[in-house]
């Protein structure tokens, strides 16, 4: 039910019910990185970026697609550039030696206010068979929204392939 609350964007009932989860299992990093992103999306950075970090420590897998780019994201959003723009890097650095999906580039790069690149590396994530149809649900690409290259992308989604 949490979950539903985030993408309806109903932000307060998704962090209360994500709190009693997070209390219930402290050391459940999913729990702690919804619950961060529930916060983020809040623009409650400060409480959403310690939650986020708290999910990283404890599932150190920096090729997922959510957990090291929504971290970044937060820091980009909240200003802390060189903490979002060091997870770039070595995301960057990561997919030299293994795949890391094009879409966690999009995530970096739009919550750094890049939109150019992020709308880069969400046709990249696209071309490369990721499954977008997971964008229009996100909060964290509601600023992407009023471009005209975001309905272009809706578009190319909505096409059977």
Do not use: C
């Not at 980009?76 to 890097?89: D, N, S, Y």
Request: proline share 5%.
């Amino acid at each position: 039910m949490a979950f539903i609350y985030l993408l309806a964007r109903q932000y307060d009932a998704a962090i209360e019910l994500y709190r009693k989860l997070v209390e219930s299992a402290p050391g459940n990093a999913h729990f702690r990185f919804l619950l961060g992103a529930s916060y983020v999306a809040k623009g409650m950075y400060m409480e959403g970026i310690a939650e986020l970090e708290k999910a990283v420590a404890l599932d150190n897998a920096p090729e997922r697609w959510d957990r090291y780019p929504m971290l970044a994201y937060a820091y980009g959003v909240a200003g802390r550039r060189v903490e979002a723009l060091k997870i770039l890097q070595e995301q960057k650095r990561l997919a030299k030696q293994r795949y890391i999906a094009n879409y966690n580039f999009a995530i970096v790069y739009t919550g750094l206010g890049e939109l150019d690149l992020a709308f880069e590396y969400l046709n990249k994530a696209y071309d490369d068979g990721y499954p977008l149809i997971v964008v229009p649900s996100k909060p964290l690409f509601d600023k992407l929204r009023s471009d005209p290259r975001y309905t272009a992308l809706l578009e190319r989604i909505s096409r059977p392939r």
